[in-house]
């Protein structure tokens, strides 16, 4: 300081415009940089709230679509729900059906196991004429060729009347050849489920049958069942396994 005293008053000027312009650019640089930086804060900044603006829309835009979906999911529950109460219903008007036909279908059934040859005959024609009647009635004439087997085959009729059949005829018809195995015959290829039906009867009545497609005139839902001979006196012997 004590030299700067002794320099001349224009050496001292000078020295203080220097020392005043190199100040003024320090503080000019430090301006620049200190607003580089405040422009570059604001830059990143404006970066962020720009970013989290797109990512907070993006999830919004995902919580609407899933919020959708969510309502959709929800309307087809409500209505599978529904139609499920439906099909319920509608299930049990069915079974309540199905338990009146099988009760009515089990009275018929012992109404008509008193009855006649002739008077179920009768109603064999009327069922004959009534297509869709006869198809739910199916009809049984059984045979046997010994009048041992009587008894036998009346057990056989009842358990088919039991399941149903209307068993037309039960009748003994001598044959001179022994009949080595029960046959159930049928008419037409398309009851030919409806003779192995009969088959499965007889064989929980402890007979070994086949069923056979006959030829000649045609029986709508008419099976002819002719018992092996012997299944009276020896009911094992029609027996196998």
């Given at each position: 300081?004590?030299?700067?005293?002794?320099?001349?008053?224009?050496?001292?000027?000078?020295?203080?415009?220097?020392?005043?312009?190199?100040?003024?650019?320090?503080?000019?640089?430090?301006?620049?940089?200190?607003?580089?930086?405040?422009a570059l804060a604001?830059?990143?900044?404006?970066?962020l709230i720009v970013?989290?603006?797109?990512?907070?829309?993006?999830?919004?835009?995902?919580?609407?679509?899933?919020?959708?979906?969510?309502?959709?999911?929800?309307?087809?529950?409500?209505?599978?729900?529904?139609?499920?109460?439906?099909?319920?219903?509608?299930?049990?008007?069915?079974?309540?059906?199905?338990?009146?036909?099988?009760?009515?279908?089990?009275?018929?059934?012992?109404?008509?196991?008193?009855?006649?040859?002739?008077?179920?005959?009768?109603?064999?024609?009327?069922?004959?004429?009534?297509?869709?009647?006869?198809?739910?009635?199916?009809?049984?004439?059984?045979?046997?060729?010994?009048?041992?087997?009587?008894?036998?085959?009346?057990?056989?009729?009842?358990?088919?009347?039991?399941?149903?059949?209307?068993?037309?005829?039960?009748?003994?018809?001598?044959?001179?050849?022994?009949?080595?195995?029960?046959?159930?015959?049928?008419?037409?290829?398309?009851?030919?489920?409806?003779?192995?039906?009969?088959?499965?009867?007889?064989?929980?009545?402890?007979?070994?049958?086949?069923?056979?497609?006959?030829?000649?005139?045609?029986?709508?839902?008419?099976?002819?069942?002719?018992?092996?001979?012997?299944?009276?006196?020896?009911?094992?012997?029609?027996?196998?396994?």
């Open positions: 300081m004590s030299e700067i005293q002794g320099m001349p008053h224009a050496e001292q000027l000078k020295l203080l415009r220097e020392f005043s312009a190199n100040v003024d650019a320090k503080l000019r640089a430090a301006a620049k940089s200190a607003w580089v930086s405040v604001v830059l990143i900044l404006t970066v970013s989290g603006a797109s990512a907070l829309g993006d999830q919004k835009q995902r919580l609407r679509k899933a919020e959708a979906e969510r309502v959709t999911i929800a309307n087809e529950v409500r209505k599978l729900k529904f139609e499920v109460r439906g099909l319920n219903d509608e299930i049990a008007g069915k079974r309540a059906e199905v338990e009146t036909l099988e009760s009515r279908r089990n009275q018929l059934t012992m109404i008509l196991s008193g009855l006649a040859e002739s008077e179920l005959k009768s109603i064999d024609a009327a069922l004959s004429k009534d297509a869709d009647a006869g198809k739910a009635w199916p009809r049984i004439y059984l045979t046997y060729n010994l009048p041992s087997d009587k008894e036998r085959a009346k057990q056989v009729a009842d358990a088919l009347a039991a399941s149903g059949f209307i068993v037309v005829r039960n009748k003994y018809e001598r044959s001179p050849a022994q009949i080595a195995q029960t046959h159930v015959g049928y008419y037409l290829d398309s009851e030919k489920d409806l003779a192995l039906k009969v088959v499965d009867l007889l064989k929980q009545e402890g007979l070994d049958a086949i069923p056979n497609l006959l030829k000649g005139t045609t029986r709508p839902n008419h099976i002819d069942i002719s018992l092996a001979t012997g299944v009276g006196t020896r009911p094992d012997a029609n027996a196998r396994g």
